[in-house]
């Protein structure tokens, strides 16, 4: 492990590599509730060649690698839980390619959903792809590696359901491409025809290999958008309300939100639904329809749409919302956590009132949301918990709070979304045996030292 | 700490960094250094795990502290309630280092440089006016404005170019105004933004002191970081002046058209300083005197206005160079943006920028694609005289 440090050095220049106190306390940590660990090394590589060096250098000395985009994904994914490297990927932010004509992207593994964002509403403005409400800094391949949710996930379902391709250093080093560009200069399609292999990267959270460059779909952008919002104060309503809607097929994305404070918007549902066309009359038209969709509730005074302010409108059509981060200082404290597990849109009501009990438990503010995927086969669920980080005991009641909505979530039939390493070990023990020999069998093959993001869907 | 009670609040979520459109990395120290501890987030993160004595007052951490250029993106792109304070958490913190003796060698002498010769070149305070020679301007003897030219005004060559060419535009202009030669001294903009409190206020009550005693009311300032120190600071020690940037004083001339000019024809870009630009909203002045000149093409870089990118000599990183070197540097990125937009001219209004940037172009091989020039300079060479 001797001159680990220079060596590292020499793969991505002196400036770009650190063993510095600061960087490895900043770098051990994500704004989530994970406990820190922290690396030996931290490394900014700006080239495929300079990961490729890296991981095969790690592989060598069997040291533990853990890519990282924004480190935003709050459950402690980055965090390396056996020291070793950290791969900042920001450097490689270079958007790679466009075909515009077969609507997608080539993107590098470090890029930001901000930056591909601007660069499309610059260069091209009829054509968009699933933005997340995540910060703007977040990257696009962490994104779709953790099976990511954004604007047109309602539509075409996990922003991961959108990748067109990968370029992945395997843990051995080596350069493999995913898709048709593994037989093509095209990037259309991640699988089919071909055996779709994507499924050996995406989800695993780097622990199969870091990826350089992802192909995402693109779609057209139409040249407006708009939002209206359906309220209710039944949360037994919501299941049935986004049956309607979604059967319509005129909405863009449908979120729900529920929140305490302030108090306008207590104790009711809140269905955002987005509308995009062409025109007015387009627009008009789809929202017509959904009101027409709903007229039973309207007429059964079981819900109906609410004026939605101008700036509440504005805020609410920002991509990404900005607001959604806000949330973090509702306690003066920076911080909030949530569990979000992915399950279907009958247990809306059970996972409202449990999270109502839970802030109620352990005395935390909260919010609800909900992000329907696809044509409602299923929805994420957010327990979202905002707490102070100087609060040792309001982050121990968080901590609490996120663990027992995990449990019940799992109880109900949800799966976790971008588990942390505690529910990662909940899910494995409970999800179907073979599967589990079958994900310990492929890490096993792809990783056999066990380099890559160690922790992370790691069986006994 | 002052603001030790706002820290934890920072949820490192990065909108600090970019631009608003997100295109670009903004924090001129982030495009440096690429490590998110020398983005806001990580400043606020390490300040905190410092004050929780998780980490140590090291040479990194103070790289980390003295790379900010004070430039103000951040607050003016964080997402938070509390973004106002960002700047100044940063410099509190610069305070708690100076006054626990660990600061870098380059701050320490720029601090030194100032107490003992009032200015970091440490040049005599006699020679302070020379730049004044062979000029108009007169000292000042109860003119309407002090014009106050400031220690890169007084002692850099290219800021002493810049002060002439401003104090000859405004005199010709009909401007009264006069200097204070060598009994002026540092505003101390930049001794705050270091972090010495102390040394500020003291410079900072001799100031007012002196404008008092000689009965100023009105001051025209040269550098847009004294405008700031002026406007900001000064009050809150007793020292209410009309402060006003020079750049002003030309654009109400223009606005009612008391000065002409010759065509100047030219392709201009305009490099707004943090100074005169996200802390004191001044961002229409300098524009509206490049418009009128006839002959100026005016064309803006992607990164104008509110998300100007910093030349990185804010934060006194003018005279400690923690921030600079390397072709990922402010001034060097900056001088690039500037070449892309095709323009033959790059127009400042801060001297600190003018040298800065004037350094870039020679390190970057294109001082003669690119002339770097103050707007006092542009002016002076095509203003015809008042108009009658
Ligand atoms: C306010 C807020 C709102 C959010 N809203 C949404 C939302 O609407 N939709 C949504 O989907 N998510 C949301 N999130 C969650 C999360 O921030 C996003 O999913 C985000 O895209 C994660 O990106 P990141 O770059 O921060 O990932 P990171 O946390 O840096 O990484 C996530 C995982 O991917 C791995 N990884 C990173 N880069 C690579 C690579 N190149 N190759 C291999 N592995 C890699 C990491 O090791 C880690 O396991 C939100 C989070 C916040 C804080």
Redesign the interface.
Known sequence: MSNIRERLADIVGERFVSDKAEDLYFYGRDPGLMPAVHPDWVVLPETVEEIQGIVKMAQMEGIPVVPMGAGMSLSGLVIPQKGGIVVDMKRMDRIVDINEKARYVIVEGGTSTGRLNAYLNKKYPRLRFSIPDSPAATTVAANVMIHGQGRLTQQYGFNSDMVSGLEVVLPSGELCRIGSCAISNEWFSKGAPLPDLSGLFLGWFGATGIITKAGIKLYPRKLLRDVEIFVTDSPDFIPEIIYEITHTEMTEDINIFSQPLPLIFKDNHHVVIYFTGDSEEEIEFRKKTVFHSLDLFIRNKDGGFMSVGAGMKKSLLEMPQRNASTFADVTKGGGFEYSGPIITIDKYPQCTRKLDELAHKYDLKYHGTARIIGRGHAMMFAFSFTFNRSDADMLDRTRKALHEASQYALSIGGVFWKPTIDEQKMALQKMDPEFARLLKMIKTNLDPQGIMNPGNWESK | MKYSDIV????????C??TD????FNCPSYRK?????FAPG?RM??IR?WLNG???N?E??QE?LFSCATCGSCVEHC????RDDLVNIFISAREELVNSGKIPPAVRDYFKGISIQGNPYRQPAKERGAWAKGTSIECYNGHEYLFYVGCVGSYDEIGMRTARAVSTVLTKAGISMGILGEKETCDGNEVKSLGEAGLFQSLAERNINMFKELGIKKIITLDPHALNAFKKDYPDLGGEFEVIHYTQVLASLVESESIKFNPFPAKVTYHDSCYLGRHCGEYDAPRSILNAIPGIELIEMEQNMENSFCCGGGGGNFFTDILGG?SDSPDRIRVRHALATGADILAVACPQCARMLEDATKTEGVQDKLLIKDIGEIVSECLTGLKR
Do not use: M, N, P, V
């Open positions: 934890h609040r920072c949820f490192r979520c990065g909108y960094k970019f459109d997100y295109q670009e250094f690429r490590f998110d501890t990580g993160w390490l795990a998780e980490i140590e090291s990194r951490f980390i997402a938070f309630t509390f390397g």
